[in-house]
């Protein structure tokens, strides 16, 4: 088991267009996922809904639990997802 502790560098937060690139990149995952807000509040990162409901917001905390095939390797992608600074254009 991997735990790792991470902000949120996005200036609008992990919003809905990170989450869909996060669930999207880990959504096939076999092993266990996690991510924790601050408050203790946990979502599966496979579910978008799951990680809109942490309100995860820029300079936030997090952290991320990855138990299974590749956990540091999927732990390491999952923290660059999260912490990304997202250029979306509106």
């Given at each position: 088991?991997?735990?790792?502790e991470?902000?949120?560098?996005n200036?609008?937060?992990?919003?809905?267009?990170?989450?869909?690139?996060?669930?999207k990149?880990?959504?096939?995952?076999?092993?266990k996922?996690?991510?924790?807000?601050?408050?203790?509040?946990k979502?599966?990162p496979?579910s978008?809904?799951a990680?809109?409901s942490?309100?995860?917001?820029?300079?936030?905390?997090?952290?991320?639990?990855?138990?299974?095939?590749?956990e540091?390797?999927?732990?390491?992608?999952?923290?660059?997802f999260?912490?990304?600074?997202y250029?979306?254009?509106?």
């Open positions: 088991m991997v735990k790792r991470g902000t949120v560098k200036a609008y937060g992990i919003h809905c267009r990170p989450s869909a690139e996060v669930a990149a880990v959504k096939k995952y076999k092993g996922l996690e991510i924790s807000n601050s408050e203790g509040k979502a599966d496979r978008v809904l990680l809109l942490l309100t995860l917001t820029c300079g936030d905390k997090f952290s991320i639990v990855v138990d299974g095939p590749d540091e390797a999927i732990c390491d992608m999952l923290m660059s999260m912490e990304k600074e250029d979306f254009q509106r």
